[in-house]
C-alpha cells in the first residue's frame, strides 16, 4: 500500500517578492515635492530678509567677531564653510553660492546634487550666528538630512520637466532609490510626530498650560502683535482658553491621527498646517511656519492630494457652469454678421 507524500511549502520567495515589490513601490512623492517648495521658500526668505544686513551678521567683522566664531567651532568640533577664512571676498562668495544653492533648490534643478549642498550652506549659515534662529530651523536641519535620500523633484521642478521631455526610463538603481526615498519619508513622519509629540507633553506639564492661560501671556508679550485682533483674542477668556486647550490637544495626539489611519492622517494634516497657518498670521513667525508646514504637506499621500485635485477641478467647473448661462444671455452687438440686421434681399 503506497502513501502519498505531504506537499512541499510553497518557497517564501513569492510572498518575499511581494513585499520587496511594495516596498520598492515610490509613495508620497507629490508631498515630497511639496516639501522642497515650502521648504525652499522658507529658506530663500531667511537669506533675502538678511542680505541687507548680511555683513553685520554674518561677516567676519560682523556682530560675532570670526576669531571667536572660529575659536567656538574649534571647541565643539562643528563645521561651518564660513569659519574657513575671514576674508570678506571669501564671505561673499560662500553666501552668495548658498542663496544660488537655495534658488536652484527650490526650482528642483539637479535635486540629488543639491540637496547636500543646501543642507550644508544652511547649516554653514545657521552656525555662523545662531542666535537669531528658531525651532523651525532646528527641525529644518534633520529633515534636510533626511530629503538628501528622497526624491523631493518628482513633482513641480525643473527635474521633472527634463524627464518628462526626455522620455527617460527608470535606471537599475530605481528600486533602490524608492526604498530610500520611502523610507526617508517615514523618518519625516517619526521626526515631527516626535517634535508634536515632546512639545504637547512639555506643555501639559506647565501650570500656564493646565489653567489655559498660556495664549494669553504669549499675546501679551508684545512680541507678536496684529492690532485689533491680538487685542480681541487675549481679552476673551473663552477664546484664549479654547487656543490654549487645542494647542495640547493637537500636539498630544498628533502622533496618534498621524500613524492610525489614513484618514485620521489627513485630519492631522489639515491641523497640522491650520495651526501653523495661525502662527504665521497672529504671531508673524512666517519662516517657522513655513518650515514646519512644508513637513506637515510631505505626509499626505499621493491618491490624498489627486483626490484634492480632483475636488479643486469640480468646483472649478461648477463655477465655469454657472459663469456660462449669462455669457449665452449676452446680445449679439455684431453688425456685420447678423441675419437680422441684414435681411437677404
Not at 495664549?215 to 487675549?234: K, L, N, S
Request: some cysteine; hydrophobic content about 45%.
Amino acid at each position: 500500500m503506497s502513501t502519498s507524500l505531504p506537499a512541499m511549502p510553497a518557497p517564501p520567495g513569492g510572498w518575499w517578492q511581494q513585499l520587496i515589490d511594495h516596498l520598492s513601490l515610490p509613495r508620497f512623492q507629490i508631498g515630497a515635492s511639496l516639501f522642497r517648495i515650502c521648504a525652499g521658500s522658507a529658506i530663500l526668505i531667511e537669506y533675502l530678509s538678511n542680505y541687507a544686513q548680511r555683513r553685520y551678521l554674518f561677516g567676519p567683522n560682523g556682530l560675532w567677531p570670526f576669531e571667536f566664531f572660529a575659536a567656538e567651532m574649534d571647541q565643539s568640533a562643528s563645521f561651518s564653510l564660513y569659519a574657513w577664512s575671514n576674508s570678506p571676498v571669501y564671505f561673499e562668495v560662500c553666501f552668495h553660492l548658498g542663496l544660488l544653492v537655495a534658488v536652484l533648490w527650490l526650482l528642483g534643478w539637479r535635486t540629488r546634487l543639491i540637496t547636500p549642498l543646501n543642507y550644508v550652506f544652511l547649516w554653514s549659515l545657521h552656525q555662523r550666528f545662531p542666535g537669531i534662529w528658531d525651532g523651525g530651523d532646528n527641525i529644518i536641519h534633520l529633515v534636510l538630512l533626511y530629503a538628501v535620500f528622497a526624491d523631493v523633484s518628482a513633482y513641480f521642478s525643473l527635474d521633472a520637466s527634463r524627464r518628462s521631455a526626455s522620455s527617460q526610463e527608470p535606471g537599475p538603481w530605481a528600486r533602490a532609490s524608492a526604498m530610500f526615498h520611502n523610507t526617508a519619508l517615514l523618518a519625516f513622519a517619526i521626526q515631527i510626530s516626535l517634535v508634536y509629540g515632546v512639545a504637547g507633553l512639555y506643555k501639559v506639564q506647565g501650570s500656564v498650560w493646565q489653567e489655559g492661560t498660556a495664549i494669553y501671556y504669549a499675546f501679551r508679550g508684545g512680541q507678536f502683535v496684529w492690532p485689533g485682533v491680538t487685542e480681541w483674542i487675549y481679552r476673551n477668556a473663552y477664546v484664549v482658553t479654547a487656543l490654549t486647550y487645542a494647542t495640547v490637544a493637537f500636539q498630544v495626539s498628533f502622533p496618534f491621527l498621524l500613524f492610525l489611519n489614513r484618514y485620521t492622517r489627513r485630519v492631522a494634516v489639515v491641523l497640522g498646517f491650520s495651526f501653523h497657518l495661525g502662527i504665521a498670521i497672529f504671531l508673524g513667525l512666517i519662516t517657522f511656519s513655513l518650515f514646519m508646514t512644508s513637513v506637515d504637506l510631505a505626509l499626505m499621500s499621493d491618491e490624498d492630494y489627486r483626490a484634492i485635485g480632483r475636488w479643486f477641478g469640480r468646483l472649478r467647473q461648477r463655477f465655469s457652469n454657472r459663469q456660462s448661462p449669462s455669457v449665452l444671455a449676452e446680445p449679439n452687438m455684431g453688425t456685420g454678421s447678423s441675419s437680422e440686421s441684414h435681411p437677404p434681399g
